[in-house]
């Protein structure tokens, strides 16, 4: 069945996840999260898959965060909590152990931002322009980005981003550590593609070994780091 709000295309291990709303700057709806919530649960369960590539479609946008048309739309807020639990999105991106890689172009906002914070890699375009535009509407990011966006680029520059909404270009975001490379737009997807090949090289086991080593250390103390890695498997003998 194809999905209403995304495009999803799978090749020789590499997955291709395309947000499709181009006319709305690929605003994250609810048949977006939905279509999300199920390519990404079967990019889980699919052992074809090695790794996922992270797309907005149109020449405007990665995504311009959650879609303003739908707040405060959900019968009640019970109920769309409750939606967020049975579906949680973010916690199946953050829980995959498959390498993620978002190639961002265009505005990447709220949402968009938070949903490109869930990937490992960050390959933005020189148009690429990033921010978090919750605080002026009276929210929070909430979709893990006030948790992992100060773990990405540190505690004052998460914040500024946070409270100003001031948005940044990709050569500052390159400076601050939120995106790893930064080249021509034009060039964006084929050097997207190519870094997922350099991984896909790799046997995928050790792939996943080195994720998990990350980012479960990345939440403890430094010893018990060093114990965790010294629990894993492919380690020189
Ligand atoms: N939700 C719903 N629709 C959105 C959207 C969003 N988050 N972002 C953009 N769109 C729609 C616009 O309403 C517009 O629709 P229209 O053509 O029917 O008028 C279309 O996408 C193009 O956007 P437009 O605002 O005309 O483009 P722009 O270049 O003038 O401005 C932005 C681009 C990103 C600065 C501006 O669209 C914007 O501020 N979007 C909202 C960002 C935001 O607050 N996101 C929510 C975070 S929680």
Redesign the pocket.
Known sequence: MPFQALIYEKAEGLAWVTLNRP???N???VQMRDDLHEVVSAIRDDPDVQVVIFRGAGE??F?????????GSAPSPVIARQVRWERDLWGLLLGLSKPLIAAVHG?C????LELALTCDLRVAADDA?F????A??G?I?AAGGSQILPRVIGRARGLDLMLTGE?IDAPEAYQTGLVTRVVPRPELFRQAEAIARLIMERDQAVVRAAKEAVIRGLDLPLAEGLALEATLKYRQP
């Open positions: 006319d709305r700057l605003a994250l709806n405007r946008a995504c311009a965060g959650a879609d303003l048309t739908e707040f505005h906002l709220g949402s968009g322009r921010g978090l535009p919750e002026g509407l929210i990011p948005v």
